[in-house]
């Protein structure tokens, strides 16, 4: 059953509402659930050719064929559940949508630039603060 005029349109607002108050959710639901098949057909034959390894290795009692084997399959499984598209040189936010749409870069805040480290001792820090009062 098709859905009535004033369906669509709410649909339509619901969804520059979401595109603009969530812009990485709304990326990550439109984009497209299904993994390349060659990415698991890839995996299936590491994972079969690991397999034997590791039995040829247990047969033969060759035991640093056998931790190949173990090795090759454990790579194989997670090469087919990795997330390809992940790092592509982005991370995070990229800026900030504004009310009429469109995006403006956000300048680069002092904990992004600082290390590891730093960040955890700014949280921690900014939590003492809080509980302190």
């Known amino acids: 059953m098709p859905l009535s005029e004033y369906?669509?349109?709410?649909?339509?607002?619901?969804?520059?509402?979401l595109t603009s108050d969530d812009?990485?959710?709304?990326?990550?639901?439109?984009q497209s659930g299904h993994?390349?098949?060659?990415?698991?057909?890839?995996?299936?034959?590491?994972?079969?050719?690991?397999?034997?390894?590791?039995?040829?290795?247990a047969a033969g009692s060759i035991p640093l064929l056998g931790?190949?084997?173990f090795v090759v399959m454990f790579a194989a499984v997670a090469f087919a559940f990795a997330n390809p598209g992940r790092h592509r040189g982005r991370s995070g936010p990229q800026g900030v949508v504004s009310g009429d749409g469109s995006v403006q870069k956000r300048p680069a805040q002092r904990?992004?630039?600082?290390?590891f480290m730093t960040r955890l001792e700014e949280r921690w820090e900014k939590r003492r603060g809080e509980n302190g009062r």
């Open 67 to 69: 931790v190949l084997g």
């Open 35 to 57: 993994r390349a098949v060659g990415r698991y057909v890839i995996a299936s034959v590491g994972v079969i050719v690991g397999l034997l390894l590791l039995v040829f290795g």
């Open 111 to 115: 904990s992004q630039r600082a290390g």
């Open 7 to 17: 369906e669509q349109r709410v649909l339509e607002q619901m969804e520059r509402q």
């Open 23 to 30: 812009p990485r959710l709304a990326n990550t639901l439109t």
